[in-house]
């Protein structure tokens, strides 16, 4: 019972909540009219209620009184009538008193009833019995009321009837009146119509009343609302007029100095913005110059160092083909190995360069990843075994479509760290389906990396367990030539670690389709076109690398023109009546002459289809926009004699490359 009394309880609260949130979520003009309206409807319905209640009441109690009077005066009247038994007079003043007192009808009979006397629109057979003196009987659409006559008394001369007691009045008959109730009917409705107009006027007139406060009320409230909403969008000049007199004009005034407020502080946040910028433009040049000087450091480092370590190649593989005793082969072999492994350094800085540059062209194409696979297999096999670690390349049969090269590079850096930094244990390299997607992983069991170091494992110059800097272990760019290749291919790349478990990194490879895997596909570099017999042009100021060029294309078997300039290398063309099949030119040469006009001025002697390389040791991002955008084929020193010579035999080859290319294959770069 108690359970049921308490819900019935918090339904009722529950509703009376709901209307209350429904009133409170109307308008502030709809709740002024409510709260005018309604306390003035319950007055007003009230008062006229009240008092229509009292005008009905007076007009039934007169027209009773007045029914009785009427009853009561004739029945005075027709006392001698009847007494005397004159018929006539009886009718003539039942029909007078009909008359005088505006009377449905009126009646005289004598005590018997036997004999009446009646005018006006009497039925007397539904009449009923006469009703007693002062009551009033309701007969339908009228009131009836009657009266009794009286014989009159005697009063005689003996001395006891002095303290006799008066003997009770002898009724000869009784006067009968009735009236209609349609006046007082008439009366009502017109009573009830005045208290509706009443009831209506108020209202009218309250809600006219309330709608005029209410819109100026809201009128100021809208204005405030504006105020509030231009300062909101930023517009702090906007002021409101305000009256302090009143409670709204508070709020008004409020407002005001709130927009005054905001105002002053925006003023002084603009000044603090434009010292800010002005401080952080500062900087940012400052960081662009530091930047810059970076970048020509390193071009300028790079090409000094290139130039004679691309002699110093060229001599190498010049001198590995002409000595025959086994202990100058070892001793060769041994130079052309360090001359590797400073290349292998120095064109890590180059990757990083072109990669910012934007220079590497991005060739898409399908391919099976199974490739790509056994590629990675078949080159770290060997290390991995040599340092007593288990590689395993799982097999895969999904096609993939994106640069092959490059991702090849990205996953040789990639495995390249993995064995770097694993003493023991395997290393994984897997390719599973995720949507429209090959998700590439290669995991460890090496030394692991902190987490607090993941996000910083992708930035330059990053190394970890390298405090002495040892070059064995690497430069810190190879971690950073990934992140940069992945984003040139639109990959997603992740990493995944634990310290002392290992480490695993994975990107996501849109996959192909085998419809569209061309059978006519192969590597790059692979032309085997001939290059004996064939004429080359060298155009470079230092003399080292000129000689170093005329002692390997012997070996080669092409004749060769070397010059120190254009001017000096088409002078000697011009002696001997050739014309070159190829031009191979340096990027920077003396009196501020560069390739591209050497290239320009040879092609303007021998035709616009003569092939043309450009060699070069500048890494600046510039350089490189500046002959790609020339459209001229771009290698960088130092060049290792095989590549040079394969891509001398596509250059040559016409069936083989398109416009545009360059030298965009990355070597693996520690660390």
């Not at 107009?197 to 204005?223: G, K, P, Y």
């Not at 072109?354 to 990675?376: C, M, N, W, Y």
């Not at 996959?511 to 059978?519: A, K, N, V, Y």
Request: charged residues 20%; proline residues 4%; glycine residues 8%.
């Amino acid at each position: 019972m108690l359970q049921h009394t308490l819900e019935r309880s918090a339904r009722t609260a529950r509703d009376a909540g709901g209307l209350g949130s429904l009133f409170w979520r109307q308008s502030i003009r709809t709740r002024i009219l409510v709260i005018a309206l309604v306390p003035s409807l319950l007055t007003a319905g009230v008062l006229t209620m009240l008092l229509l209640q009292q005008t009905l009441a007076a007009a039934e109690d007169n027209a009773r009184a007045d029914l009785l009077s009427a009853a009561r005066h004739m029945a005075a009247a027709s006392q001698y009538a009847l007494i005397s038994g004159d018929a006539g007079l009886l009718q003539r003043t039942a029909e007078q008193e009909r008359v005088q007192q505006n009377l449905l009808f009126t009646c005289i009979q004598n005590a018997e009833g036997s004999a009446r006397h009646c005018a006006g629109t009497a039925d007397l057979r539904s009449m009923p019995a006469v009703p007693a003196a002062g009551a009033i009987a309701e007969i339908p659409g009228a009131w009836m009321a009657a009266h009794p006559i009286l014989m009159p008394r005697t009063h005689g001369n003996s001395d006891m009837s002095a303290i006799a007691p008066a003997a009770p009045a002898l009724i000869i008959g009784y006067a009968i009146a009735a009236t209609s109730t349609e006046p007082l009917q008439t009366t009502q409705r017109r009573a009830l119509l005045t208290a509706a107009s009443l009831i209506i006027i108020s209202a009218l007139l309250t809600a006219f009343l309330a709608w005029r406060l209410s819109t100026r009320l809201t009128r100021r409230i809208q204005h405030v609302s504006q105020a509030v909403d231009r300062i909101a969008g930023g517009n702090l000049q906007i002021r409101v007029e305000a009256d302090p007199s009143t409670e709204l004009g508070v709020l008004e005034d409020g407002i005001n100095r709130m927009a005054e407020s905001l105002q002053a502080h925006e003023d002084e946040l603009q000044v603090r913005i434009i010292h800010a910028t002005s401080d952080l433009a500062a900087k940012k040049e400052e960081a662009e110059r530091a930047n810059t000087a970076k970048s020509r450091f390193f071009a300028s480092a790079s090409h000094d160092l290139r130039q004679p370590l691309h002699a110093l190649g060229l001599f190498g593989e010049a001198l590995k083909q002409r000595v025959n005793s086994s202990e100058l082969k070892t001793l060769a072999a041994q130079i052309s190995s360090s001359i590797s492994s400073l290349e292998t350094l120095l064109n890590a800085l180059l990757d990083v360069s072109r990669l910012d540059a934007g220079t590497i062209e991005v060739r898409k194409r399908h391919f099976p990843a199974s490739q790509l696979f056994d590629h990675i297999r078949q080159q770290f096999e060997g290390p991995a075994a040599a340092k007593g670690l288990k590689l395993s390349v799982r097999p895969t049969s999904w096609i993939l479509h994106t640069d092959p090269v490059l991702l090849e590079r990205i996953l040789i850096n990639l495995v390249s760290n993995a064995l770097r930094y694993t003493p023991d244990g395997r290393v994984v390299v897997a390719g599973r389906k995720r949507g429209s997607s090959l998700l590439i992983q290669v995991w460890d069991t090496g030394i692991g990396i902190p987490e607090s170091a993941l996000e910083n494992i992708f930035e330059e110059f990053v190394q970890l367990n390298n405090p002495e800097r040892d070059r064995e272990k690497g430069l810190g760019l190879g971690l950073a030539i990934v992140s940069r290749t992945a984003s040139l291919l639109g990959l997603r790349i992740g990493v995944r670690s634990r310290v002392g478990h290992g480490s695993v990194f994975e990107l996501e490879v849109p996959l192909g389709s085998t419809q569209h895997i061309s059978q006519a596909e192969a590597p790059a570099l692979a032309v085997a076109a001939s290059l004996q017999q064939r004429l080359a042009v060298v155009v470079d100021d230092e003399a080292s690398i000129l000689r170093a060029m005329e002692s390997l294309f012997k070996t080669w078997g092409v004749g060769i023109v070397a010059g120190h300039s254009a001017e000096d290398a088409l002078a000697q063309l011009g002696e001997i009546g050739a014309a070159p099949d190829f031009l191979i030119t340096d990027y920077s040469l003396a009196d501020n002459v560069d390739g591209i006009e050497v290239a320009r001025r040879f092609r303007a002697a021998y035709g616009a289809d003569l092939p043309v390389l450009i060699l070069t040791g500048d890494t600046a991002p510039d350089t490189m926009q500046r002959i790609g955008d020339a459209g001229y084929k771009i290698m960088h020193k130092p060049v290792r004699p095989a590549r040079l010579r394969a891509a001398l035999a596509h250059l040559l080859d016409k069936d083989a490359h398109g416009p545009g290319w360059q030298d965009s294959s990355f070597g693996p770069v520690s660390g």
